[in-house]
């Protein structure tokens, strides 16, 4: 599958492509656990756009867009992508859409996840993440808490709570979340390849997703001549 995963931040776009990578071997790619592990490793990329995730704000699209660019080449994504974080832009949607004509990529559906604002801000202030940048598992103080000493189930490593979720971030993060990238979901109905979910469980968006999918590859092939 190769799809784009919208949602407002704390929407369960990480959770769902994780879930969703393990049907068919599509990777899932995250603009967001890309840069915060250049901000751990302290790369140049990092400490450009430490900046910016710090304060809620979004990295401008310059570094993102050479990001995306270069993850697209490589090898891993023949079985399919899942894009997580990416675009959040009109303007990065049209740069995707040149680089995928690029690369003779077609999109299978764009996933909207709408969720109450309520319910993220509920997630995103439980939500702890591995401090390890080669694992960044994601945990939650209610449902799914790291090992009893706060360190990572996975790895070992010490879980801590992001900088840019803390309800003032998150707060910031949703408003500019509603200023830039929610025009997207009008660009991508547009397209006619847009679906909206609002089931909040992981599973059920899952199930809609792939649903949606066999939808549209029999609409695709009812229309082909």
């Avoid at 890309?34 to 490793?41: D, F």
């Avoid at 303007?91 to 764009?110: G, H, Y």
């Amino acid at each position: 599958m190769r799809i784009i995963l919208l949602g407002a931040p704390g929407a369960g776009k990480g959770t769902v492509a994780k879930l969703l990578t393990k049907l068919d071997g599509s990777v899932q790619i995250s603009t967001g656990d890309i840069l915060r592990g250049a901000v751990k490793a302290g790369t140049p990329l990092g400490k450009k756009a430490q900046r910016y995730i710090d304060r809620g704000d979004l990295v401008p699209d310059s570094v993102i867009i050479g990001i995306m660019e270069k993850r697209l080449h490589d090898l891993d994504i023949r079985k399919g992508f899942l894009l997580d974080g990416f675009p959040r832009t009109i303007p990065q949607a049209e740069a995707l859409d040149a680089l995928l004509k690029k690369r003779n990529i077609i999109l299978d559906l764009v996933a909207n996840l709408d969720v109450p604002r309520a319910v993220i801000l509920d997630r995103l202030t439980t939500r702890r993440t591995c401090s390890n940048p080669a694992c960044q598992e994601i945990y939650n103080v209610k449902s799914n808490p790291p090992a009893p000493d706060g360190s990572c189930r996975k790895c070992g490593c010490p879980v801590t709570q992001r900088a840019d979720e803390t309800v003032d971030a998150i707060t910031k993060r949703y408003n500019i979340y509603n200023e830039k990238t929610a025009p997207l979901i009008n660009y991508y109905e547009k397209k006619g390849i847009l679906l909206t979910i609002q089931d909040t469980s992981t599973e059920g968006v899952a199930k809609a997703i792939q649903k949606g999918i066999m939808v549209k590859s029999r609409q695709d092939r009812s229309q082909t001549p």
